[in-house]
């Protein structure tokens, strides 16, 4: 897990994600290059990115021609993590009544991936 603020419903992903890039940037300061998909386009985001380091923001879309479902380059590691994050229960209600108990289970959750990724193929 590269980043993770947990915040209230009532904010765009968009929105927040320059608060994910500074605890980002906190933690792995050589970190550049943001793949990101079509619900973060748009100038006021790079805009943003660019003011709080030298980020280059990469949209991932579909094709015009691409119908049905299609495996998207770089986006699938994302869904698959929700997916796998998914699995643990205490992840499927939000039980919590502040956001640092929702943090920690997000990165408890996390962890156990790391640990079975690790015992059965031996990298993450």
């Keep these: 897990m590269v980043g993770l603020i947990v915040h209230s419903a009532d904010i ?8 994910v890039f ?3 940037l906190r933690r792995w300061p050589w970190l550049r ?7 973060y386009a748009g100038p006021k985001l790079k805009g943003t990115l660019q003011k709080i380091a030298a980020f280059t923001l990469q949209i ?13 380059p770089r986006r699938w590691v994302v ?8 699995k643990c229960r205490r ?11 929702a943090e920690a289970g997000i990165t408890i959750a996390h962890i156990r991936l790391l ?5 059965r193929y031996g990298y993450c």
């Design 115 to 119: 640990t079975r990724r690790l015992a």
């Design 12 to 19: 765009q992903d968009r929105d927040g994600a320059p608060a």
């Design 79 to 86: 869904e698959s993590t929700f997916a796998s994050l998914g």
């Design 33 to 39: 290059h943001i793949f990101a998909d079509g619900g």
């Design 60 to 72: 991932v879309k579909r094709t015009d021609k691409a119908k049905g479902f299609e495996v998207l």
């Design 91 to 101: 992840l499927a209600k939000d039980w919590e009544k502040s956001v640092a108990p």
């Design 22 to 24: 500074k605890t980002i």
